[in-house]
T-cell receptor, first 116, second 113 residues
């Protein structure tokens, strides 16, 4: 079984709809991240969380919100989806017990979201 | 602000060739550099992580080097195979970034049989 899973894997929705993307991990990591990937722009950080009580905005948090329901679960919500949120979304985790110089991030398979 | 650049954006080579992918970063105050592989429509697979105190890391046919002072890293792939075809991404964690990765835009590698 994959260590980091994301659901759904693909989603098509309409402008204005509320969408939730979910991420679960079995790696036992405390740190979790949400990124989006756009052609020509690379991966950009949306939100990150270092434990269930710690939520931080990344580079491009406008239009998004997150919830850390448990150590293993981190959800990303689009309150009112718009077409320019069409992208590939990735969840990632890393180990809090590792020193920063050895902070390796592990990624889920991604969710392809299309907003019409 | 940290910027990461990968050159070339795309590379096509015949099977069996040795090749080098390049990554440069503007702020040398990094903690580590990570190389990833991404297959079409799939997630990122971590290939190698080089700590800032290290000069290189090896895994099988892959060798990654790091020259922090010049802001450069290379990923060397020996005896390339068609299965190596993918997009290769490098990313750095810089000091004061609170564990956030800054990514390059990737190099699309095609290995032709």
């Amino acid at each position: 079984d994959a260590d980091v899973t994301q659901t759904p894997r693909n989603r098509i929705t309409k402008t204005g709809k509320r969408i939730m993307l979910e991420c679960s991990q079995t790696k036992g990591h405390d740190r979790m991240y949400w990124y989006r990937q756009d052609p020509g722009l690379g991966l950009r950080l949306i939100y990150y969380s270092f434990d269930v009580k710690d939520i931080n905005k990344g580079e491009i948090s406008d239009g998004y919100s997150v919830s850390r329901q448990a150590q293993a679960k981190f959800s990303l919500s689009l309150e009112s989806a718009i077409p320019n949120q069409t992208a590939l979304y990735f969840c990632a985790t890393s180990d809090l017990t590792r020193p920063l110089s050895y902070n390796e991030q592990f990624f889920g398979p991604g969710t392809r979201l299309t907003v019409l | 602000k940290q910027e990461v650049t990968q050159i070339p954006a795309a590379l096509s080579v015949p099977e069996g060739e040795n090749l080098v992918l390049n990554c440069s970063f503007t702020d040398s105050a990094i903690y580590n550099l990570q190389w990833f592989r991404q297959d079409p429509g799939k997630g990122l697979t971590s290939l190698l992580l080089i700590q800032s105190s290290q000069r290189e890391q090896t895994s099988g046919r892959l060798n990654a080097s790091l020259d922090k002072s010049s802001g450069r890293s290379t990923l060397y792939i020996a005896a390339s195979q068609p299965g190596d075809s993918a997009t290769y991404l490098c990313a750095v964690i810089r000091g004061g970034s609170n564990y956030k990765l800054t990514f390059g835009k990737g190099t699309l590698l095609t290995v032709n049989p």
